[in-house]
C-alpha cells in the first residue's frame, strides 16, 4: 500500500490532502454518500480514525455529516460541490498513474494477477472457493512455491 501511496502521492498531496482523506473522497466520489459503517468497510480505515479524517474533511469543506435519518446515532457523509470538484480533478490522475503501472502488463500477465488475486481473496474470506469464478467443486490453486512459507 505504501509504493501505490508514494506513486499516487503527488495529485494528492497538490490538493492539500492525506491518503486517508483521498480514500475517503475517492470512495465517496460518483455515489449520493454513505455511513460511516459503509465507509469503514470500503476503506482502509479503521473506525476510530476515519471519525477524525471525515472532520478535516469536513472543516476543509470537502463533506457534508448529517444525521442518519433512520438512526440518530449514525452519521450519513457526502462529498459537498468542493469536494466533488476534487474527486474529479484527482481521481483521474490516480487513475493515469496507476494505469502507467501495467503498460508493460501482457494478457498473460493480467490472467495470472487476476488469478493469484482472486486465490488471495478466497484465503481471506476463507470460503473455499465461492467466488473465484471457478466451476462448482473445483479446487483453489496451489499456492505457488515463492509464496509458500518457509520452515
Avoid: W
Avoid at 490522475?93 to 488469478?115: N, P
Avoid at 478466497?122 to 483453489?140: K, L, Q, Y
Amino acid at each position: 500500500m505504501q509504493g501505490f501511496e508514494r506513486v499516487s502521492g503527488d495529485a494528492v498531496r497538490q490538493n492539500g490532502l492525506t491518503h486517508a482523506q483521498f480514500d475517503i473522497i475517492a470512495t465517496l466520489g460518483n455515489t449520493a454518500g454513505m455511513s460511516y459503517k459503509k465507509l469503514g468497510e470500503r476503506t482502509l480505515i479503521t473506525k476510530g480514525t476515519l471519525t477524525g479524517v471525515i472532520e478535516r474533511l469536513e472543516q476543509k469543506g470537502l463533506v457534508l455529516r448529517e444525521r442518519s435519518c433512520d438512526d440518530k446515532r449514525s452519521f450519513f457523509v457526502r462529498l459537498t460541490p468542493a469536494g466533488d470538484r476534487v474527486f474529479c480533478d484527482v481521481f483521474p490522475k490516480v487513475i493515469a498513474r496507476g494505469k502507467e503501472l501495467f503498460t508493460a502488463y501482457s494478457d498473460a500477465d493480467f490472467a495470472a494477477l487476476e488469478q493469484a488475486l482472486g486465490l488471495l481473496r478466497t484465503r481471506i474470506r476463507g470460503d473455499g472457493g465461492s467466488d473465484t469464478g471457478a466451476a462448482a467443486g473445483d479446487s483453489p490453486a496451489p499456492i505457488p512455491s515463492h509464496l509458500k512459507e518457509t520452515p
